[in-house]
């Protein structure tokens, strides 16, 4: 989806016998000898090469940890725990073919996969945010609607239809993917830098044609819009009339309440929390990415060699990466019954409490779908679910 495949060196367009100029100075005590420069290339290469280990251990353990405790488990089995099942996919699919690829770069400054894996790999990179952030946007859909509009009863097919929406995620995500793979090449770059006159010939793997200087820019500001930008506004708006709502209801609510209809709240806001902390880390690790390719792509012709630049390329790597590693913990961290299951997989604990227990029972899969609009406590609607049971769309963390 970006230049993560380029080198810190900006192609020159075929045809440009210029060679390309930095825009700021190399700071001479850390890169300009050679003794620096190989140090520095060692530090750096132990050092991202330990935090992108660290990212794929930890984010296979948990998505997979994830994955597997809502198959096995039929009372986590919801219609937001299809979307977070989904989520844990992609996560997946990322973890096991960019970000070792990724981790590569840095030793070997050119692109030594082939052209098969060049039009491969940015499809499968995209496909996984796409999947993120789409995702994202369905399960802040349904709080929505089950906060919002809670009277929409569930019908026995619910589990289906979100299966049919978490299938066509995934096409849709294909499917923008594709001119990834239409327009990705490998070329041979040829680059001048200021520097004891040394002249740079490599080959590298590039997500658009060079014939053109825009198709940088239309390719990083696209990618901003439909990856980011567009999904977070719509996400934005659904949870700013959630949060309305919730605060209505606070002020609606009746004196006496019944413990019913508190837990259920309580349910509903827990799950809207844990949708919205989602949101928040897939914000707060992709916005770098999206800013400094907007800025290289907007910058085309020239080089950023300072040092503050190569650290902002290595955290916004490394953030972006470490998105598909987090949602597993911070589930754990915010919901219980969650993380009574992950438990019981790592046998850290005891294992999870039997199912039968009221108190689990009452606050989870007995969970009637009651409007908090509503002022009368006793207005209650049962959702039938495909077993003749209670609905347990709420059932879900």
Known sequence: MDDEFLSNLSPTPPGDPEALTPNSTLEPGWWGSSDGGETAHFVLRCVMTSAYILIITVGLLGNITLVKIFITNSAMRSVPNIFISSLAAGDLLLLVTCVPVDAFRFFSEEWVFGEAACKLIPVIQLTSVGVSVFTLTALSADRYKAIVNPMDIQTSSAVFWTCLKAVSIWLLSVLLAVPEAIFSQVVSIYSSIDLDNMNVTFVNCVPYPLSNEMHPKIHSVMIFLVYFLIPLTIISVYYYHIARTLIKSAHDMP????????????????????????????????????????????????????????????????????????????????????RRHFNSQLRCGRGARPERQPSYMHSTSHIRLTSIKKTVPTAVVVAPAANGNPNKQEVAL
Not at 271 to 276: F, G, N, P, S
Not at 289 to 306: A, P
Request: with cysteine.
């Open 255 to 338: 004196g006496e309440v019944s413990e019913h209809t508190k837990r259920q709240m309580e349910t509903r806001k827990r799950l809207a929390k844990i949708v919205l902390v989602f949101v928040g880390l897939f914000a707060l690790c992709w916005f770098p990415n999206h800013v400094l390719y907007m800025y290289r792509s907007f910058h085309y012709h020239q080089m950023d060699l300072s040092l503050a630049h190569l650290i902002i390329t290595l955290v916004a790597r490394v953030l972006s990466f470490s998105s598909s590693c987090v949602n597993p913990f911070a589930l754990y961290l915010l919901s219980e019954s969650f």
